[in-house]
Every structure is written in structure tokens, then in C-alpha cells.
């Protein structure tokens, strides 16, 4: 009796790709619906760093007596390489046409490593400011996220409700800190940060120190200092604004480049870069030299964020600083300003 042709089978159905471990990756796939008129005997898996599989690597499924879905784990692979994976049919009239994945393509990975350099610090009477970098292994995918986790007792077990326990999560390419708020003065913290990328939650980090209590703190440093000659002769002009990181110079979210403000006291009206405490005067030191050591120079105190210091030597070169203070004392100064010249006539 006549037979019908035989030709290369279809494409296999339903081939779909999972991550199977840091270094290997999971291709699930089903049987073509059309074989070509010959059992299929075995399944092409190819597999390549580039979508036209210039550099393909493969390997044969032989095995099909278990039946469908049929399984293959691709392994070693290089953690973090997107690889693109698609699979061929063939019967005793060669290989037939390939099936592409779905996805297409899939990075090897694990959950990342801990984060590094887990610092707790003290903000406020209210505040703590944890900042954090990036783990030295970030499971071959990118961390996307940051979650930092507080508790009163150190097992993190506690049944203290928020916001004495509670978690927040911030997003890694925007935040190197975040700042804890409405907590209790005196109250110990427990603090501890973890990672995550598209592999899931890493193990956490315990920050150093491990706990820390809220407690009124000086004031950061001030920022944006001008100074220039004055309308009058021998005399500065002095300008600044207050402090937006607080005294421990990390930003209460964000970056150092691009710092936050910090959160505002419930109630209040300015961010608590001030220490938990209003800024009660300012103190700009004025001198000829740069170290400060000069015999010219002076200090003059201030409720404002604008001075003009008079008196000085007309056409001599003076250099400035400013600091903030609150009632539990001084801050850090400010950057030194550049030498400026008062004005001669």
C-alpha cells in the first residue's frame, strides 16, 4: 500500500527556559505536533551567548522513554552571561526547524551575597540612618533592591509592633542609606540589611555596630558657603544654607551625590540633618591663612545664613568656614572657601 512521505519533524511546542542554579539553566520542552511521518529519536539543545547563535554549543536528548515534557540542564555556565537556548526535533531524515525558548534568553544566577560596609548611625533622637553597599557577590544579576530590617531584641524575633520593628525597601540604583524614623529615645535598635535580585532575598548583614540607641546629636555640616567682597571696603560677604546630611556625613537616603533630605519630625517643619535639635546659631571663622593659624582672623556668631564681616584688611586675602550649633554643641565645619579679597576702596 502506498506510504506518505516521510520528511524532518516540526518544531518542537512549548519549550520554555528556567534558572536552574548559578551556573546551569532549565529547558523544558514538548514533542512537535507533526514528526514528519518517523519517530522523533532524539532532541537538538543549543545554546549561545548571541541571538544568532554564531557561537552555539549543543548536545543531544536521547532519552525519551520517560515521556513528555522532556528536560535538559545546561551546565557549566558562566554566572550573570544572558545565553539564548532554543531546541530541534530530528527523526531518520535529519534535524528539523528549531524552537526558540520562552524566554528567549536567561542569566545563570543565585540570590545575591550580603551587602557590605553595614553601618548603623545615630541621626536623631528618633532617627537611625543605616547605609549599606553594594555584596561582593551579587548572584550573576543585577541587585535591584535593598531591604533594611529593624527590631528591639537581636534575634529579630520580638513581638514589638511598628515602628519599633518593621522593615523597609529601597531601590539600589538610587539609595546607599535609609533612615529609621519615629523610634523611641534611648530605645536599642537591632539593624540588619539584606539584598535582592531577580533570584530572590539574599542572606542579610548585620550592621556594625548591631544596635544603636535615637539621641540628640550635633548638627551636620553646612552646605552651599559663598563668599565674596562686600559693598564696603574691607569688608566679606558671607552666605550658606543649612545642613541637609547630618553630622555623620551619610546621607539619611540617597547617595553622596545625590543625597535625600532627611525625614521631618512629626509635627516640626525642618529635616532633622539638624540632629533632632534646631540649629541656634551659626559660627563663621574667618583668617588669612588656609590652616586658620593666621593672627588675622576671627569668629562671628550668627541666627541667619547671611553675614557681613567688616573690619578686615582691604585687599588682603582671607579664607572662611562655617559650622552649625544646637544645644548639644558644634558641628563640623564646612569646607574652607577660597581665598577672597575685600574690596580697597
Known sequence: SPQAPMVVPGRPTSAALTVASATSLTVVF???????????????????????????????????????????????????????????????????????????????????????????????DTMLTVAFEMPLDSGGDDVTHFVVEWDTGANFNTLSAYPDKGSVQVRAAEHRSATLTSLTPRRTYYVRVLAVNGAGRGAPQTASPKSRSPGKRVPGKPLGMQVGPGADAGSLDVSW????????????????????????????????????????????????????????????TTKGMTLNIAGLTAGRSYFARVLARNSVGSGEYCATSGEVFPRSY
Open 30 to 124: 514538548n514533542p512537535p505536533t507533526d514528526d514528519g511521518g518517523d519517530a522523533v529519536s532524539g532532541y537538538v539543545v543549543e545554546w549561545s551567548r548571541t541571538a544568532n547563535f554564531t557561537d552555539a554549543s549543543g548536545s543531544l536528548v536521547t532519552y525519551l522513554n520517560g515521556g513528555a515534557p522532556f528536560y535538559k540542564t545546561i551546565s557549566p555556565l558562566e554566572p550573570g552571561v544572558h545565553y539564548y537556548v532554543r531546541v530541534s526535533a530530528q527523526n531518520s531524515q535529519g534535524l528539523g526547524p528549531a524552537a526558540r525558548t520562552t524566554p528567549s534568553n536567561l542569566n545563570p544566577r543565585q540570590e545575591p551575597g550580603p551587602p557590605a560596609d553595614v553601618r548603623l548611625l545615630v541621626t536623631s
Open 241 to 300: 544654607q543649612r545642613p541637609r546630611i547630618p553630622h555623620h556625613d551619610v546621607p539619611c537616603s540617597g547617595t553622596l551625590d545625590l543625597p535625600d533630605d532627611c525625614p521631618v519630625l512629626f509635627g516640626g517643619s525642618l529635616p532633622q540633618s539638624t540632629g533632632g535639635d534646631d540649629v541656634a546659631e551659626y559660627e563663621v571663622q574667618f583668617n588669612e591663612h588656609s590652616n586658620f593659624m593666621g593672627q588675622d582672623g576671627g569668629f562671628v
